[in-house]
């Protein structure tokens, strides 16, 4: 008896073991994946050699206009490092959303296309126009954005071949959400 309880705690280690692994290596992939921990892109080293100066400084270093945060060519520890600045962009950039067709095929009597937004977005719609070269035949199709960790995706478009026909299609997928919109384009042979 003894024999088999030795054996059965065996087993219950050996699970235990491997789900402690399990866990681990799933966090590390997330972490991966995410660009999370240690796999975080970090800032240069000269530059945060210099953060580090210029935080170490005392009040007693810089004058009220090196510390004041209205001043543009404030230099003080209250100063927007550089490698910062340049993601501060103006209100008209944040409004242009950007994508890609990451998957098309036709299968099952239809043409299936997949979309990736590069920003994240809580709400919106994407309207796809397919327009065919040879004719100028047109087919419209509108689905909801639906949210990612990091990004967006439109729900999903299956059109069926049907409504469209052989030839070569123009695909536009209009983006919209609140006030920013944007445009992907590309094509298939059906």
């Known amino acids: 008896m003894r024999i ?12 235990i073991v491997a789900a402690i692994f399990l866990l681990g290596a799933s966090y590390v992939g997330y972490a991966y994946t ?22 170490s400084s005392t009040d007693q270093d810089t004058t009220p206009e090196e510390g004041n945060p209205q001043n543009p060519e404030s230099k003080g520890p209250n100063k927007t490092p550089q490698q910062f600045e340049e993601e501060s962009k103006p209100a008209a950039d944040n409004s242009t959303l950007s994508g890609v067709i990451n998957y098309k095929t036709v299968s099952d009597d239809a043409l299936s296309l997949r979309v990736t937004i ?15 070269k ?17 990004s967006s995706t439109c729900k999903g478009f299956d059109v069926p071949t049907s409504e469209l026909g052989k030839g070569t299609w123009n695909i536009e997928i209009a983006i919209k959400s609140n006030d920013s919109t944007g445009t992907i384009k590309g094509n298939v042979a059906i």
């Open 4 to 15: 088999k309880r030795n054996s059965n705690k065996n087993k219950v280690l050996a699970i």
């Open 34 to 55: 995410s660009g999370t921990g240690p796999w975080r892109q970090s800032t240069s080293p000269q530059s945060s050699e210099n953060n580090r100066s210029k935080s």
């Open 118 to 132: 590069d920003q994240k977005l809580d709400s919106g719609s994407c309207i796809l126009t397919l327009t065919r």
């Open 134 to 150: 040879s004719d100028g035949k047109s087919v419209q199709k509108t689905v909801k954005i639906l949210s990612n960790p990091s």
